[in-house]
């Protein structure tokens, strides 16, 4: 089947999309910076008539000098203000273009079941700041710019026209060559931003990556090793980076190159006529000083949409190449695995029995399906999931949480079932503690209260994490980084426990809340973790401590390969 252009659109076609809600507002700031431009024929005639006054007295219509004085300098605010508003236009409509962009990927992005997230936290942040604000400048500068390339150089050529055909022959014949060469400079131009938005991804992911593993780099004694490629992704990135301004420099260089040779051919063309050497070309009457002048200040002008054109022209290939990758991502994204409900906030139900049965369900694309067994939790329960690893212990937490949808079975909660349309409710009741966790930029006080009341003090002795919150510089308005810097893993987990106990939630899921801790760290995790138990609370682990295991009320075995 043939693919149409809306199944397969293109780079243009996309960034006309995204400038939809704001294609208003830029055709304003075009028509208004047109108006600006057309004002400078007046300039340039109130010049040429003071000029022409004084310079050869009766030989074109005389204009005192105070009076053009005033004229002109009345059109100069008229264009400031013209050109102002243009470039406010403008600018509200790229930021409205980048909040709403943003805000659609990210939007998109978070409903990502996380084992098969099709775009990475770096990717997401290398796209969503740096990639994406490449929109900024093709909106304030290249849609503007791009209208008035259109109109004022046709407006401008008109009105040379009308005092000299000769000299409106010279602008047409040097005009046409800038837009040629931006044509030709366009492929190379695209090309090299879209391997430098490459080289920004890998670079971003690289160092996430690495600043990730940072301790384990440092007990292997691996980092030069790991300098050495954050050398080598940053050399690249100067490489594309060069590539991408050695293009826009020497066409610039080109196109200012073809403006100044055609204003050069307007003044040796005006010069001559004004002296005598030429007599043709002025419509069968000798070209006066006023004339002469009006012409030399027009002919800038009528090269200068062409330019700002071009200088804009990088701007567009940048955006091009960002919209060739965001509709890449974004495609990736919908065509992959989504958490259930929207992710945003909802009720807790009725508390039942927690309850599920079939669960099939995909690591990866790539993989086998698990086969999970039957399950059922009772109110206030504390069960521990067993197993080797691989057998699908945090899948399973995961599913029960309505973080990935399963290929088949159904989970219950009382009588409500887990589906699209109830996950938002669904995960209200739920409080969770993952293995590897994560922060916020946020204060400790806001990320275990969340702004809301409740008794700060008796969660954290609960959770045994006082102590910890004590021994960091600001206690509770400290702001840990998002690998949870300044506290080990063990303090970390104390520290989500304790918003658990302030939350409040009814189920909690713990997924290998001990691992990698010492024994007397693991006492305390446990001590935290039974305290949520003893206040009704039902509790399920994921764990292959036996201390852990032992504590909890029974255990639900997984087998590896089921």
Do not use: C
């Amino acid at each position: 089947m043939m693919s149409t252009a809306q199944d397969d659109p293109t780079p243009k076609m996309i960034l006309d999309r995204i400038a939809a809600p704001v294609a208003g507002k830029l055709r304003m700031a075009g028509w208004l910076g047109i108006a600006a431009a057309l004002v400078w024929p007046a300039q340039a005639a109130l010049v040429g008539l003071v000029l022409g006054t004084l310079v050869a007295p009766g030989a074109s219509p005389g204009l005192s000098p105070l009076a053009g004085a005033a004229g002109f300098l009345g059109l100069a605010l008229l264009r400031i203000l013209l050109d102002w508003q243009s470039q406010k236009l403008s600018a509200n409509a790229a930021e409205t273009v980048l909040r709403e962009t943003r805000a659609r990927l990210l939007s998109r992005a978070f409903r990502q079941a996380s084992r098969v997230a099709a775009l990475s936290p770096a990717e997401l942040a290398a796209l969503s700041a740096e990639k994406l604000a490449a929109l900024e400048p093709w909106a304030t500068r290249y849609r503007p710019a791009f209208l008035r390339a259109r109109i004022v150089p046709v407006a401008f050529l008109i009105l040379v026209a009308t005092q000299s055909w000769a000299a409106a022959v010279i602008l047409l014949i040097a005009g046409p060559l800038i837009p040629l060469f931006m044509a030709l400079v366009g492929m190379a131009a695209q090309e090299a931003s879209e391997k430098q938005m490459i080289e920004i991804g890998a670079l971003n992911r690289l160092l996430i990556d690495r600043i990730a593993a940072i301790t384990d780099l440092r007990l292997l004694g691996a980092e030069a090793r790991s300098r050495a490629d954050l050398e080598i992704k940053s050399d690249d990135l100067r490489i594309r980076t060069m590539a991408v301004l050695r293009v826009a420099f020497l066409s610039s260089t080109v196109l200012e190159l073809f403006s100044a040779i055609g204003v050069a051919f307007m003044a040796v063309y005006v010069g001559f006529s004004l002296i005598g050497w030429m007599n043709f070309g002025t419509w069968g009457v000798k070209m006066t000083p006023a004339e002469g002048i009006f012409l030399l200040m027009i002919a800038p002008e009528f090269f200068q949409p062409l330019r700002d054109l071009a200088a804009a022209w990088h701007d567009r290939a940048a955006a091009l190449a960002v919209a060739s990758e965001l509709d890449a991502t974004e495609q990736a994204i919908d065509g992959a695995e989504t958490m259930l409900g929207t992710g945003g906030a909802g009720h807790a139900p009725a508390i039942g029995a927690l309850r599920w049965q079939g669960i099939t369900i995909r690591p990866g694309a790539a993989a086998a399906p698990i086969a999970l067994p039957d399950g059922t939790v009772a109110p206030g329960e504390a069960v521990a999931i067993t197993g080797p690893s691989g057998a699908g212990k945090t899948t399973l937490l995961t599913a029960l949480a309505g973080l990935i949808r399963p290929e088949a079975g159904s989970v219950h909660l009382g009588d409500l079932r887990l589906s699209d349309e109830t996950a938002d409710d669904w995960r209200a009741a739920f409080g969770w503690i993952p293995q590897s966790p994560r922060f916020p930029d946020a204060s400790l006080r806001e990320l275990i209260t969340l702004n809301r009341p409740g008794d700060l003090e008796a969660a954290l002795a609960a959770a045994q994490a006082a102590e910890v919150v004590a021994g960091l510089p600001g206690a509770l308005d400290a702001r840990l980084g998002d690998m949870g810097g300044g506290v080990s893993g063990g303090e970390a987990r104390r520290l989500l426990i304790a918003r658990a106990h302030y939350a409040q939630r009814p189920i909690v899921l713990a997924d290998e809340p001990t691992a990698d801790l010492d024994p007397e760290t693991g006492a305390k995790i446990i001590a935290g973790l039974l305290a949520l138990r003893a206040r009704g609370t039902t509790l399920i682990v994921a764990s292959h401590d036996p201390a852990l295991i032992a504590a909890m009320d029974r255990s639900i075995a997984l087998e590896a390969g089921a």
